[in-house]
């Protein structure tokens, strides 16, 4: 399994940037797949998730309205689509999937918001 996240960077309150996840080393359509986040100082959180066929999303409270989650699964790809970023929303941004009762993590991309 191999997942690698891309996308993130520096961006300014109220900027936008749209992170990628390219997953291999699985079938990609067959599974939930999730972003969390670990902000500097603080546990992992779940971002959003997005179910195998992409029907049905869930996000955190935090991001509601601002951050949209979709895939793409003839690409093998799922990515987050964050608007309105706040400086609360620097952090490390990981791709994850779950099988078999195993996590399976990205490196993670870093995306900090500030002036």
């Known amino acids: 399994v191999q997942l690698v996240e891309s996308g993130g960077g520096l961006v300014q309150p109220g900027g936008s940037l749209r992170l990628s996840c390219a997953a291999s080393?699985?079938?990609?359509?067959?599974?939930?797949m999730s972003w969390y986040r670990q902000a500097p100082g603080k546990e992992r959180e779940l971002v959003a998730a997005?179910?195998?066929?992409?029907?049905?999303?869930n996000y955190a409270d935090s991001v509601k309205g601002h951050f949209t989650i979709s895939r793409d699964n003839a690409k093998n790809t799922v990515y987050l689509q964050m608007n309105s970023l706040e400086p609360e929303d620097t952090a490390v941004y990981y791709c994850?999937?779950?099988?078999?009762?195993?996590?399976?993590w990205g490196k993670g991309t870093l995306v900090t918001v500030s002036s």
């Open positions: 997005i179910t195998s066929a992409g029907g049905i999303t």
């Open positions: 994850n999937v779950r099988f078999y009762e195993v996590d399976y």
């Open positions: 080393g699985f079938t990609f359509s067959r599974y939930i």
